[in-house]
C-alpha cells in the first residue's frame, strides 16, 4: 500500500508542478468547500466522501484533552505515517500543498467486485508540490499523454493510476476513463454539484462549524452500481435499498468538541416507530454508563417477518428459531416475547457493588418496556418461561403496594434479578434493589450533554465515558485492569460524554451526535474566537434540549 499512495503523491505533484512550474509560486486559498470540489466529479457518481486537510481546521481540538492524552493521539499519528508513506512527511511533503479531497465512486464499466474511485484535490501550494517531486519523480517515473488540452501522466504496471492537472485542479484514478470523464465535467459535462438533490451535500445543509469530513450516498444508483457487478442483486434486495433516496453525514468541532450530523431522505417511509418522548429515561440512576432508548420492539421483528417472507433462507432461519424457543420455554416468540413491547424501551448499564452480577462486574443493568396494559402479566410469564422453572421467584410488596417479583441467585447472595409494574403500561427487569435518588433525566453530566442535542422522537444513545473509567478503575474490574496502561484511562477521562439523538422531520430523519471533550483549561473558552461569525452556525436553542420527565421513578422500591 505504500508503494502505491508513493506512486499516487508522485504523479499529482507531477502534474501539480509540471503544468505550472516555477512561475507560479503564491500559495491561494483553494476554494475547495464539499460543493466546489464536486464540481470536478462527473454526475454518475453514486458516493462521495471529502476530508479537510487544512490543519487550522484540525487544530481545532488542541484545545481539548490532557498532556497524556495529547501524546497518544501524537504518537498515533506519527505511527500512521510510517506504517502507511514510507519515507514520506505527510506533514511536510504533502500537507503544504495538498488541499481538501474528494473521493467519488462510480459503477464500473466492466463486472467486479470494486467500484471506479476517482480522487480530486486542489493545488494550494506549487512550489511545494514541485520541491516534492524533484524528490520523487525520479523513483517513480510516469509516462505523459493529453485529453482535450490536458495533460494526464500514468504509471501503469501492477498499481497503475493517472493524474490530470487543469487550471488547479488534480484529478486521479486508477481508471483513465474516469480520468476523462472528469475533465469532460471541468469542460462543462454535467457535474456532480448540478445533479438533483445534491443540495442535501452543500456544506451549509448540515450547518456544522469547522467541518473535518462528510459523506453523501444516492442510494437508487447505489442499488445500479452494485448490479452492475459480479453480485448481482435481486428484486427484493434492491427495493430494500432503494426506500431510501439519500444519505448524507458529516463532522465538525464546536466548542463541546466533536459533533456529528446525518440526514436520510426516504423514498418510502411507510415503515416508522412510534415517537419516543424519553419518559422512560427516568428510571436509571444520574451515574448510569450507558443508556440506549427507542420504541417499537414489536414493530421491528413484524417488519423484519414481513421482509422476510420474500427470502426463504432469512424466513426458514425465523421459523427455526421459533420452534426452538418453544421446545425450551413453552413460550410464543411472537406473542409472548415481542408481541406486547410495541411502545417505548430502555436498556441501562450503571455502577453497583450488591448483587451477583454487580460482586463481579461493579456493575448493574435495567430494562424498561412500555406497550400494553397486560404488560405484567405477559413480562411474568416470559420470564417464568425463561427460567423454565429452574429458579426461585419470591414475589414482595413495594412501599406503594406493588408486587415486585425476585429472581433468587442460585449463590445465595440474594436476588440475581427483580421485575414487576411501574405503572399499567410500563414494567422493569433489573439487578437494582434500591430506590433511586436521583434519576438519570435529571444528572447534571446527562443534561450537559445531551442538552446540545435537539429533540428526540425516535431514540437516544448516551455513554458516560468518565463514569466508564471509575468503573475500570473500581474494586471489581482491579485485577483485569491493573495493568492497564494508564494514558488509556487518560484518555476515556478526556472525554466528558456522547449522546446521539434522532429526529423524524416528514420524509427525512435528522440524527445528531456529540462526543464532549475535556477543554484545556490554558485555551479560550471560543473556539471560533480568531473567525469572523459564520452565518450558517447557530447554536442549539434551549426549546431543542429533550423532554424531562420531572418524576423520579425507581425500578424497585424496597
Known amino acids: 500500500m505504500a508503494k502505491s499512495i508513493a506512486i499516487a503523491a508522485a504523479l499529482l505533484t507531477t502534474a501539480a508542478a509540471g503544468a505550472g512550474g516555477y512561475y507560479y509560486l503564491q500559495t491561494k486559498d483553494p476554494g475547495d468547500r464539499p460543493e466546489q470540489l464536486a464540481q470536478a466529479v462527473p454526475e454518475q457518481a453514486y458516493a462521495v466522501g471529502y476530508i479537510a486537510t487544512d490543519p487550522k481546521v484540525w487544530n481545532k481540538l488542541d484545545r481539548f484533552g490532557n498532556p497524556l492524552t495529547k501524546q497518544v493521539i501524537d504518537r498515533s499519528i506519527q505511527q500512521i505515517q510510517k506504517?502507511?508513506?514510507?519515507?514520506?512527511?505527510?506533514?511536510?511533503?504533502?500537507?503544504?500543498?495538498?488541499?481538501?479531497?474528494?473521493?467519488?465512486?462510480?459503477?464500473?464499466?466492466?463486472?467486479?467486485?470494486?467500484?471506479?474511485?476517482?480522487?480530486?484535490?486542489?493545488?494550494?501550494?506549487?512550489?511545494?508540490?514541485?520541491?516534492?517531486?524533484?524528490?520523487?519523480?525520479?523513483?517513480?517515473?510516469?509516462?505523459?499523454?493529453?485529453?482535450?488540452?490536458?495533460?494526464?501522466?500514468?504509471?501503469?504496471?501492477?498499481?497503475?493510476?493517472?493524474?490530470?492537472?487543469?487550471?488547479?485542479?488534480?484529478?486521479?484514478?486508477?481508471?483513465?476513463?474516469?480520468?476523462?470523464?472528469?475533465?469532460?465535467?471541468?469542460?462543462?459535462?454535467?457535474?456532480?454539484?448540478?445533479?438533483?438533490?445534491?443540495?442535501?451535500?452543500?456544506?451549509?445543509?448540515?450547518?456544522?462549524?469547522?467541518?473535518?469530513?462528510?459523506?453523501?450516498?444516492?442510494?437508487?444508483?447505489?442499488?445500479?452500481?452494485?448490479?452492475?457487478?459480479?453480485?448481482?442483486?435481486?428484486?427484493?434486495?434492491?427495493?430494500?435499498?432503494?426506500?431510501?433516496?439519500?444519505?448524507?453525514?458529516?463532522?465538525?468541532?464546536?466548542?463541546?468538541?466533536?459533533?456529528?450530523?446525518?440526514?436520510?431522505?426516504?423514498?418510502?417511509?411507510?415503515?416508522?416507530?412510534?415517537?419516543?418522548?424519553?419518559?422512560?429515561?427516568?428510571?436509571?440512576?444520574?451515574?448510569?454508563?450507558?443508556?440506549?432508548?427507542?420504541?417499537?420492539?414489536?414493530?421491528?421483528?413484524?417488519?423484519?417477518?414481513?421482509?422476510?417472507?420474500?427470502?426463504?433462507?432469512?424466513?426458514?432461519?425465523?421459523?427455526?428459531?421459533?420452534?426452538?424457543?418453544?421446545?425450551?420455554?413453552?413460550?410464543?416468540?411472537?406473542?409472548?416475547?415481542?408481541?406486547?413491547?410495541?411502545?417505548?424501551?430502555?436498556?441501562?448499564?450503571?455502577?453497583?457493588?450488591?448483587?451477583?452480577?454487580?460482586?463481579?462486574?461493579?456493575?448493574?443493568?435495567?430494562?424498561?418496556?412500555?406497550?400494553?396494559?397486560?404488560?405484567?402479566?405477559?413480562?411474568?410469564?416470559?420470564?417464568?418461561?425463561?427460567?423454565?422453572?429452574?429458579?426461585?421467584?419470591?414475589?414482595?410488596?413495594?412501599?406503594?403496594?406493588?408486587?415486585?417479583n425476585d429472581i433468587a441467585s442460585p449463590l445465595g447472595t440474594g436476588s440475581l434479578l427483580s421485575y414487576g409494574s411501574i405503572d399499567d403500561k410500563i414494567v422493569f427487569l433489573s439487578t437494582k434493589n434500591s430506590t433511586i435518588t436521583e434519576p438519570l433525566s435529571k444528572g447534571a453530566d446527562f443534561q450537559k450533554v445531551v442538552g446540545t442535542l435537539p429533540a428526540s422522537d425516535q431514540g437516544l444513545t448516551y455513554i458516560n465515558f468518565r463514569q466508564l473509567a471509575n468503573v475500570l478503575q473500581g474494586e471489581a474490574l482491579k485485577q483485569y485492569t491493573a495493568n492497564m496502561p494508564p494514558e488509556y484511562l487518560s484518555l476515556l477521562r478526556s472525554i466528558e460524554g456522547m449522546a446521539v439523538s434522532s429526529k423524524l422531520e416528514g420524509d427525512t430523519y435528522r440524527t445528531e451526535g456529540v462526543l464532549m471533550l475535556t477543554p484545556t483549561s490554558s485555551q479560550p473558552a471560543d473556539i471560533n474566537a480568531d473567525k469572523k461569525p459564520q452565518a450558517d452556525i447557530k447554536p442549539p436553542s434551549p426549546d431543542d434540549k429533550p423532554p424531562v420527565d420531572t418524576k423520579p421513578q425507581a425500578p424497585v422500591d424496597q
Open 83 to 404: 506504517e502507511t508513506v514510507g519515507n514520506i512527511d505527510l506533514a511536510k511533503d504533502v500537507q503544504p500543498w495538498l488541499g481538501n479531497v474528494m473521493i467519488a465512486s462510480f459503477a464500473s464499466e466492466k463486472p467486479t467486485d470494486k467500484p471506479t474511485v476517482l480522487v480530486v484535490s486542489k493545488v494550494k501550494d506549487k512550489l511545494s508540490a514541485f520541491n516534492f517531486l524533484n524528490k520523487l519523480k525520479s523513483k517513480n517515473p510516469a509516462t505523459e499523454s493529453e485529453y482535450k488540452g490536458a495533460k494526464i501522466w500514468s504509471a501503469t504496471g501492477k498499481d497503475p493510476f493517472h493524474v490530470a492537472y487543469s487550471d488547479d485542479w488534480l484529478v486521479g484514478s486508477a481508471d483513465r476513463a474516469t480520468v476523462e470523464k472528469s475533465i469532460d465535467t471541468l469542460k462543462g459535462a454535467a457535474s456532480f454539484s448540478q445533479k438533483n438533490g445534491n443540495q442535501f451535500f452543500a456544506s451549509g445543509r448540515l450547518n456544522l462549524p469547522n467541518p473535518i469530513a462528510s459523506v453523501y450516498i444516492d442510494f437508487p444508483r447505489m442499488a445500479a452500481a452494485v448490479n452492475k457487478g459480479n453480485n448481482k442483486l435481486d428484486s427484493t434486495q434492491i427495493t430494500k435499498l432503494v426506500k431510501a433516496q439519500s444519505f448524507v453525514a458529516g463532522m465538525g468541532i464546536d466548542d463541546q468538541g466533536l459533533r456529528a450530523k446525518a440526514l436520510t431522505q426516504m423514498n418510502d417511509n411507510s415503515f416508522k416507530l412510534p415517537a419516543t418522548n424519553g419518559k422512560v429515561l427516568a428510571n436509571f440512576p444520574a451515574d448510569s454508563l450507558l443508556v440506549l432508548n427507542g420504541s417499537g420492539i414489536k414493530n421491528i421483528w413484524d417488519e423484519t417477518v414481513k421482509q422476510s417472507a420474500s427470502e426463504p433462507k432469512t424466513m426458514a432461519a425465523i421459523e427455526d428459531l421459533r420452534k426452538s424457543f418453544r421446545a425450551q420455554t413453552q413460550l410464543d416468540l411472537d406473542k409472548d416475547v415481542f408481541g406486547w413491547m410495541g411502545g417505548e424501551y430502555a436498556i441501562g448499564i450503571f455502577p453497583q457493588k450488591e448483587g451477583l452480577l454487580g460482586s463481579f462486574t461493579g456493575l448493574g443493568i435495567t430494562a424498561v418496556v412500555e406497550g400494553s396494559e397486560t404488560n405484567e402479566k405477559s413480562l411474568d410469564s416470559m420470564v417464568k418461561g425463561l427460567s423454565a422453572g429452574k429458579v426461585l421467584i419470591k414475589p414482595r410488596q413495594s412501599a406503594d403496594g406493588k408486587t415486585i
